[in-house]
């Protein structure tokens, strides 16, 4: 099929709604060859370098030669596998996670994708406590399936009228808030450890510290999703380092996979596990934990948890920090801050209409980078972890371009449209 056929057929057959979107800005984009940080549009006329990474499905590039080697040998001996039996390689990867973990962090659930372990960690929650209340945070984002929605941003639930009885919201950052409502009727405070959705805000000194001690006077559980976060985003292995807390439960996702084998986790301290030894089988997925994504996951951690790796995270995000202050410098009225931990960043641009005015301009320059849809200011700027020193100047040079196309842009957009809803399909979450 040529490229036309195929958005034809797109819009008939999958999103008339992104088709039109796609087509309005210009960016009618369909992905077809992808080796490491780039992607390549189906008719090989147009790249993008990859500063997105899928919110970290793509921490190790796109087509990693060792995660394809590792699934290709997988596949000559392994398949999914049975859900309903011990597995090997299930516990190969359960271990090697938990050996990561602090704490009694010492069991792992699998399942497919990030929302479903959010999911579990929700209900688990309210299982082990006999209590129905969650908090979490405003513009925070958990996934889009039952309870996972049920927590996130009301944009998101209010269009299919999800119930949100007994589900709190307060400000990220905001112990005084948190501790208002935190009373011992709540059975879990989930978080991301880095809300990448709400534009990548870094947590205050002591914000964490503060959220698990309240936790631990309430009984209430405290689960961190990392699925953003995790896996050397940060230049640690778990975000949740850098405050040196303990969870209760932890959710792992996107990068897990490797950007081949769907796959997520949830982590779970020893005592939670009493419900399921009650009764083992009240919770199952038939596909979570497939032995073929488990060997893939194995040789995730064993890549990302490696200190030289993380290093070279670390060295790669001061790189970045210092090429983009210069940036900067040459537009400080529109690019107004950077926040930042390792790779995890996020760009601070002058208003709503800056995130998408740069998500514009940098895929004009042949970067994919997308602003963050709860708060449109906020660039997220995800790129690999494998980053080159070569590619960091690379994606600079062509940053710099686009940070003086967006200033015009941004001005065009807001005379053409109306609020943040703008570019609003082009969200910042998995897709
Ligand atoms: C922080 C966070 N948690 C959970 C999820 C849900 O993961 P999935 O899309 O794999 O269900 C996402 C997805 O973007 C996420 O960013």
Redesign the pocket.
Known sequence: MDKQSVIKSFETHVSAGKAAFFKKYGMDFVMGQREGAWIHDMDGNKHLFNCHSN?GVFNLGHRNPEIIATLRSALDELDIGNHHLMSQERTALAQQITDTMPGDLNICIFSV????A?DLALKLACGHTGRQKIISANGG?????GL?LSVGDAQYRDPFGIDTTNKIQVPFNDADALAQVLTPDVAAVIL?TIP??LGMVMPEDGYLANVRELCDKNGTLLIM?E??SGLGRTGKLWAFEHAGITPDMV?I??GLSGGIYPI?ATVIRDALDAIFKKDPFIHISTYGGSELGCRVGQKVIQISSDPVFLERVQEAGKMIREDLEEIQLKYPKFFKGIRQTGLMIGLELRDEYGGPALTKAAYDEDLLMIYANNDTSVIQFLPPLTITDDEIDLVMEKLDRAMNTARKLRAALMAKETGSRILRFFSG??S
């Open positions: 919110g994708g990030g929302g479903e959010v984002f958990h996934g889009h399936t996972a991301e990448s959705t999703d699925v953003q959710v996702g996107k997520a979450q998995s």
